[in-house]
């Protein structure tokens, strides 16, 4: 069986159509995977990218098209079926049962029960180079160890395809790291995986084919070698991106950066201590670090979420003592989260509910929905939010145009300092432009700007310095020649140290 | 200690039923007796009923208000089989596919038609009712022959034919939810339903059996009222519901989905059936009841609540504290934090 697979077509999709009533998102998509190939996807907002990975996993039935997995047709759509074919899809938002032990929630839906298949779990876990306790409460786990619980399922459960979601946007590159080599040795072992990914360098290290999906329709697909970068972000945006948007912070750093915004001085609180930074109006903060470094736990202890335990805090001149969210946005102190779907939007309601909820204690008595609807429309045109209209639910919105509400709400407040954590996380890479441009637009409006990220490429193009930090310290500071190494030396050094 | 009364409801309820029981049995001499016992067990048998199959609809992430009117009905079908002439063993049949029927109709239109359960089962709790009513003319079944008042008689030790039968379906409802792999589907489905979807968990079958199940309880709870009062009024298990719905909160069943266990449950019906019994004991006036029952609910829920963010507290300190205490902690200390976060 493995020498088959080894060589064989492990998936095959010929013509694959679907369209929601009368809105057709995938027209005739041909995809073939074979065994031991990593095949990168990409597509932006709306592309159809993830209708194909429903439809291929028997989340969604397609209206017509055929599909194969191990050569045996999937026939009904069923995540149970697909899974018994051999394909396994790692989801981006990991699916958490909270109130089972993290080897429950690998082992749910097997046949053999999770006593049964600990030694194998065990055994994966191991291989996989991560710490992971198996008998914890699933409710317990952060983002990355949630997704390496997804991963788990699909191993354990022997998959012949994988589709990885965006595997690695909750990683650190040390797990990031570990399941490339995870990726490869299955890769050996003949499994053919389907890897979605908005990181051009990470599908350049990984995968070996890729293909773009714009509108519906397959627009570039071959060897990897065959593109340039530029041709990839060309195919999958009718919009060229132009060389203009990569960097251009030299120009606008000496005219107008002006007085200190906020001051903090040696604060501590849980998941850090002693970090002290300044930054002033018109500038551009990068925070640095690895996932769990406690930059998000710092912000959240800024914008008065959780309790600190010492240092002080000065905006505008005047220490602020009493902190919390209404207090800090009253003030202009405004912070958009990292988990958008969890902290940040009210998925069931309008979008200019959305937009206008930031404000909600200085909205009169008497509702106006018109003037909110208003204020919605003009964010939509300056920022390109696609939807159907202010009324249209932020459930049905792609990842980018829900963080471009999101953003659109924190601007609502009018800030004078805006801490944005990983504002670009699970978005593609034609919005990411337009939130990197919009960011940029803010600081030159003079706002001063805390950006939260992982990804060390996207504070290089953005920051004017940068703070990282390091197990809740301060790992170090970064005023000029600003690079990916010399981030990355200060996020991982300690890192490394600890692992070699 | 704490994390021990945090981790589990039933250790709560026992300690603060056995204070109570040690504060009754010195105020009334005589109250803790084989004798009270007995009352208390057969008291419980209609709450255990139907908050046992509560609880199960409750795991899975939804509500069945229905299960009082589905007793009067499944009663209702019985007295009227037997006094048609039916024998004992076909009436109870009769009674349990009223039980089954009413259910898997509520479970249609849950897990299939898509109907949020509040909604539907406060649809089919007027319905239910409606056909009892229609079925009895609107009078009480009564003159039910001897051999159905028999199976609530004493078989020794205070405990009746039925008594044997609901130990033994709440022995078996432990075993199913613990330590079977469809049991761990309830579970499953009520923590996060579209993880076990995605995961092959035939999630509505799942749905569907619960309500099932929960009809079958119901019947017999309705098989137990008739053999215990010996008549059938109107308003047979008129308001259990809402009663079965408290034990499950007080037993620890998430209204949310996802934990709880039967242990809870029957400590709880136990717990309530108890104060009851002490009442009568104690001679408090009956019209007290309600009074004292929703009061310590309540009492027990925000001593548990409490608890609770005690411990939310101390483990947010202790997973934090690694960064305290100075250097770069080592893996191991971090991984050891996590778990206990995890208990």
């Given amino acids: ?71 045996r047709p999937l026939t009904q759509a069923s995540p149970a079926h697909a899974q018994e074919l051999g394909l396994y899809l790692v989801p981006q938002e990991a699916h958490i049962l909270p109130n089972q032990s993290v080897l429950e929630n690998i082992c749910l839906g097997l046949a053999a029960s999770p006593r049964a298949l600990r030694p194998r779990v065990e055994q994966l876990v191991a291989e996989l180079a991560v710490s992971l306790d198996l008998d914890a409460q699933a409710a317990a786990l952060e983002i990355a160890e949630r997704q390496i619980v997804e991963i788990l399922r699909g191993l354990v459960r022997d998959a ?45 290290e990984i995968c070996r084919t890729i293909s773009v999906l714009r509108d519906g329709v397959i627009v570039l697909s071959g060897p990897l070698d065959s593109y340039s970068d530029a041709e990839i972000i060309d195919a999958m945006s009718r919009v060229q991106i132009t060389e203009a948007s990569g960097k251009d912070r030299t120009g606008r750093k000496v005219s107008q950066i002006g007085q200190p915004r906020l001051s903090v001085r040696g604060l501590s609180g849980e998941g850090f201590r ?16 690895v996932v769990g470094a406690g930059r998000t736990e710092f912000a959240e202890t800024l914008f008065g979420l959780r309790p600190q335990t010492a240092g002080s805090v000065i905006f505008d001149g005047a220490e602020m003592k009493k902190r919390s969210p209404r207090i800090c946005i009253d003030r202009g102190l405004v912070y958009l989260p990292e988990d958008r779907q969890q902290h940040g939007l009210f998925l069931e309601a309008p979008l200019f509910w959305n ?34 209209g202010p009324g249209q639910e932020a459930r049905g919105l792609s990842g980018g145009n829900q963080q471009k509400v999101l953003l659109a709400k924190c601007l609502s407040a009018r800030p004078k300092v805006l801490i944005l954590d990983e504002p670009t996380r699970g978005v593609d890479v034609a919005a990411r432009n337009d939130i990197y441009d919009l960011i940029r637009k803010l600081a030159a409006e003079g706002v001063a700007i805390i950006l939260i990220s992982s990804d060390f490429d996207e504070i290089e193009q953005l920051a004017d310095l940068v703070e990282v930090m390091a197990f809740g310290q301060s790992g170090g500071e970064l005023t000029d020649n600003i690079s990916v190494d010399a981030i990355a030396r200060l996020a991982f050094g300690a890192s490394e140290a600890r692992h070699a | 200690m704490l994390d021990l ?91 349990l596919m009223t039980g089954a029927a009413a259910g898997a109709f509520n479970g249609l239109m849950v897990a299939y038609l898509g109907i949020p359960s509040i909604v539907a089962t406060l649809g089919t709790l007027g319905l239910y009712r409606g056909i009892m009513l229609v079925l009895t003319g609107g009078r009480w079944i009564e003159d039910l022959p001897q051999g159905l008042k028999a199976l609530a008689g004493n078989l020794g030790f205070g405990f009746s034919a039925l008594t044997v039968v609901v130990l033994l379906l709440v022995a078996l409802a432990w075993y199913v939810l613990r330590k079977t792999r469809f049991g761990r589907y309830f579970y499953a489905v009520g923590d996060n339903r579209a993880a076990a979807h995605h995961l092959g968990v035939p999630v509505r079958r799942v749905q569907f059996t619960a309500f099932v199940a929960t009809g079958l309880c119901a019947a017999l709870a309705g098989l137990v009222f008739a053999a215990q009062i010996g008549f059938i009024p109107n308003q047979a298990g008129n308001g259990v519901e809402l009663k079965a719905i408290a034990v499950n909160v007080l037993g620890g069943v998430s209204l949310l989905g996802g934990t709880g266990s039967v242990a809870g449950v029957f400590s709880a019906v136990i717990f309530i059936t108890s104060i009851d019994s002490a009442l009568v004991f104690l001679k408090i006036p009956a019209y007290w009841n309600d009074f004292i029952a929703g009061a310590i609910l309540l009492s027990v829920l925000l001593l548990d609540g409490r608890i609770r963010q005690i411990i939310d507290r101390r483990i947010r300190a202790r997973r934090y504290a690694v960064h305290e205490r100075g250097p770069v902690p080592s893996d ?12």
């Fill in chain 1, 355 to 388: 937009v206008s909820s930031y404000l909600v204690h200085r909205l009169p008595f008497f509702l106006r929905p018109g003037a909110e609807r208003k204020v919605f429309e003009t964010f939509r045109s300056s920022m390109g939010i696609k939807c159907t």
């Fill in chain 2, 332 to 343: 191991e200390k971090t991984t050891a934090n996590t778990v206990e976060a995890g208990r």
């Fill in chain 2, 5 to 95: 009364f945090a981790r589990n409801r039933v250790a709560t309820l026992i300690v603060v039923l056995a204070v109570a029981y040690a504060a009754i049995g010195a105020a009334a001499p005589g109250y803790l007796s084989g004798a009270t016992a007995s009352v208390v067990i057969s008291n419980s048998l209609v709450l255990m009923l139907i908050s046992l199959g509560t609880m199960i609809v409750i795991l899975t992430r939804n509500i069945d208000v229905s299960s009082g009117s589905v007793l009067g009905l499944s009663a209702a079908v019985l007295g009227l089989s037997l006094n048609a002439g039916a024998g004992l063993p076909l009436a109870i049949v009769f009674c």
């Fill in chain 1, 160 to 204: 012949r395809v994988l589709i990885l979601d965006e595997p690695t946007s909750a990683l650190t590159p040390f797990e990031t790291n570990a399941l490339f080599q995870r990726v490869r040795k299955l890769q050996a072992q003949g499994v053919g995986i389907f890897f979605i990914s908005h990181k051009l360098r990470e599908i350049r």
């Fill in chain 1, 274 to 289: 002693n970090i002290s930074l300044d930054v002033r109006a018109g500038e551009i903060l990068g925070l640095a670090g």
């Fill in chain 1, 1 to 71: 069986m493995t020498d088959q697979a080894a060589t064989g077509r492990v998936a095959q999709l010929t013509d694959i159509w679907k369209s929601y009533g009368a809105v057709p998102v995938l027209k005739g998509v041909s995809l073939a995977l074979q065994a031991g190939e990593v095949h990168a996807l990409l597509g932006g907002n709306g592309a159809g990218k993830s209708s194909l990975m429903k439809i291929m996993s028997g989340v969604i039935p397609a209206n017509s098209g055929a599909i194969e997995i191990n050569g």
